[in-house]
């Protein structure tokens, strides 16, 4: 259909020309950015600009000036939304006013609460405003309390905060609550039909010991492929597709979570408890339905070939990765005597994850060591201490059964012609290559990335690296080049992982991905066609796309499949939109959950104050150098005012801070030793001091370890989800704004028939040391 295109449409067509669209970054230090909707660099907003504004707003805005610092400076012009997203904050009185000081200081600004309007709050606690007047050049914003959390040292208020804080849904509704009641507590006899029954088959579960939900369990024997040796693995994940049907209200409040949530202590979970710690989570000596990839795995750790179809499944064993770690070492032991009937299975399991394992070496997949950490707490919910988390070789047999289920459901939706998500991993951005060079040039490495890089040249750096005292900041850089995974129907394989195509098939109870990657697995299997329902598609989601797309230089066009078959634009809109929904609150979910571990951490530390530790510079910066404590595990900031008397410049190529006047460096695994001496619970920042002792010294080159800390595999990290950044590193950076490092972790041939990884612990904390989700 034709518009008629009349004159007000002209002038909007030129004004936009002059003017630019975006979101508002605020700052704690009073001023601001507007994140640009075509991506371009942000435009920087004084403080009297953010009088009328608040953080997250959607703006107009003309570039006035180059600041004097070359930035371009914004005047804005409109405001063209206003997120209705509440503000927490702790409820004050000054001077006979009442106020709402925000505890997110990008804010900027506190907010009026007129009397009449604190309902039950008492000062000092913390609360939930909604805003009633917007703010203005010569006005502060106001508004009412509507929810009293509790004062700020109550137990869990820190999660209370960040799930509002972050819009994070964390209250069924009443719909679902009632469908989710009206579930049966077992399996039924009609629940039963057309499926396969392996009640006999003696699969098991192998999780971490605080694991309340399965959704997985494996078993694996010998078996003849050709005439050569091989195995046969089966991979059993919950069926949750059977009790969410799709666009019911359970589906619903799922799509809207899209993931479970994370927090020491407490998870908001994506299903309601009766499904994700009963009937679809695979507890011990009970039926259970669920959804099986059959592969047969040659010697060689290749997938010879694959089958998926629905069953009942019965699991023999709730083991620990702990148990089967004992058992491997020691086939006599008491472990293995204690759990003598899983021996032999779980040495067959041993055996095709070595199999397995070869292969993705032989790939080239990227798989760097790394320090994961895990916050222990006490009954109170504070951090009672912080330990590097023991990765075994169960951990690692489960991931890598785990990521081949995912293969071959990617290799079966792509073989089938069907739209779903991928999960995607593209290698670096030309900007980034280009970085990556000039470092590995600067550090003399000798080796370096091609044009088309691939994951096996950043493997084989790593390799060639690994015995240098630098290694730890080598292989940061590595993982710093790299973007972000995202969910997309348009698949462009996985680069940390080397395959061609890779979705998440594993964790339905947590991720709604893998729900939908279910769903569609099931109509091929039954011949149909699945359809995405009418969910409600949130506006981030939306405006993403179109912003998408507007880069593309317009709409997607439909898209054939490899069986000859045409995915129309429409279906292509509806699943890319889905998957930038579930990507972004991914991301949304890792925020929450950083906030809160850096709020832990700075509690900690207040009771530490003034003590000294000795540390490795992890980050480094124009403005200092962020240290991670040895002991601790905890990172904090040295300004570059605590550097010294002299001036240090910032060396980008070689991500070091370097005295002019006695040359002294600071980079990346750099040993040193630091005082606590401040901490910002509001802010959520650390800083320390530098400790200058008699024979000190301040070496640039890391270690391979700390303490004899037990390090983890990026690829394990790289199928869950890791932490960027903490973005208290963003908020720190004076006068400007530096968008976070994105670091990856590391990370078919068949037909599908209907007969008969890294995969994060169940209830993890982000690992923060890595940026990336595969």
Known sequence: MYIKKNHSESSVAKVSLDEIEGTVQGHRDGHGFVLRDDGQPDIYLPANEMRAVLHKDRVRVRIARQDRRGRPEGRVVEILERPPQPIIGRLLQESGVWLVAPEDKRYGQDVLIPKGATGAAATGQVVVVELTEPPALFGQP?????????????????????????????????????????????????????????????????????????????????????????????????????????????????????????????????????????????????????????????????????????????????????????????TRGPEALKHQERVGNLLNLYEVYRALLAARQARGAVDFETTETQIVCDDNGRIEKIVPRVRTEAHRLIEEAMLAANVCSADFIGHAGRAGLYRVHEGPTPEKQEILRAYLKAMGVGMSIGDDPRPAEFQAIAEATK?????????????????????????????????????????????????????????????TKYVLPALPTPGEAQFKLAKRLASKGGESSARPSKTGGVISVRETQAWEAAGLHCSANERR??????????????????????????????????????????????????????????????????????????????????????????????????????????????????????????????????????????????????????????????????????????????????????????
């Open 142 to 330: 106001v508004g009412r309390v509507v929810e009293v959390l509790g004062e700020v040292d109550d137990p869990g208020m820190e999660v209370e905060i960040a799930v509002r804080k972050y819009g994070v849904p964390h209250e069924f509704s009443e719909a679902c609550l009632d469908q989710a009641k009206a579930l049966p507590d077992k399996v039924r006899a009609q629940d039963k039909r057309r499926r396969v029954d392996l009640t006999d088959v003696p699969l098991v579960t192998i999780d971490g010991e605080d694991a309340r939900d399965f959704d997985d369990a494996v078993y694996c024997e010998p078996a003849k492929i050709g005439r050569a040796k091989g195995w046969r693995l089966l991979v059993a994940i919950a069926d949750v597709s059977h009790y969410v049907e799709t666009g019911n209200a359970i589906d619903i409040d799922a799509y809207d979570r899209a993931t479970s949530v994370y927090f020491p202590r407490r998870v908001i979970p994506m299903l309601p408890e009766k499904l994700s710690n009963g009937l679809c989570s695979l507890n011990p000596h009970v039926e259970r339905l669920c959804m099986v990839c059959d592969m047969m795995v040659t010697a060689k750790g290749e997938i010879h070939a694959y089958q998926f179809y629905p069953a009942v499944m019965l699991s023999h064993a709730r083991l620990t990765y702990t148990e089967v770690a004992a058992v491997l070492a020691n």
């Open 467 to 527: 015995d240098r005292v630098d290694a730890q900041q080598i292989h940061t850089m590595l993982l710093r080049s790299m973007q972000q995974a995202i969910y997309t129907p348009v698949n462009s394989g996985h680069f940390g992982l080397a395959f061609e195509a890779y979705t998440h098939f594993t964790s339905p109870i947590r991720r709604y991905p893998d729900l939908l990657v279910h769903r569609v697995i099931k109509s091929i299997l039954s011949g």
């Open 589 to 774: 979910a890792d925020e929450a959950s950083r906030d809160v571990e850096a709020w832990l951490k700075c509690q900690y530390m207040r009771e530490h104050l003034g003590e000294e530790y000795g540390g490795v510079v992890s980050t480094v910066t124009s403005f200092g150098i962020f240290v991670t404590l040895d002991a601790l595990y905890v990172e904090g900031l040295v300004h570059i005012t605590e550097l010294g008397g002299e001036y240090f410049k910032f060396d980008e190529a070689r991500q070091e801070l370097r005295g002019e006047r006695t040359g002294i460096r600071y980079a990346i695994g750099a040993r040193v030793r630091v005082q606590v001496s401040r901490v910002d619970l509001d802010g959520r920042k650390i800083d320390f001091r530098l400790v200058h002792e008699a024979g000190d010294g301040f070496s640039t080159k890391g270690p391979k370890s700390r303490d004899g800390a037990k390090r983890g595999s990026s690829a394990a990290a790289m199928d869950g989800r890791s932490a960027s950044v903490p973005a208290a590193r963003e908020s720190r950076e004076e006068g400007s704004r530096r968008r976070p490092h994105k670091q990856p972790l590391a990370g078919k041939k068949a037909a599908g028939g209907k007969n008969p990884s890294n995969r994060p612990l169940k209830n993890p904390p982000p690992t923060p040391a890595l940026a990336a989700t595969i």
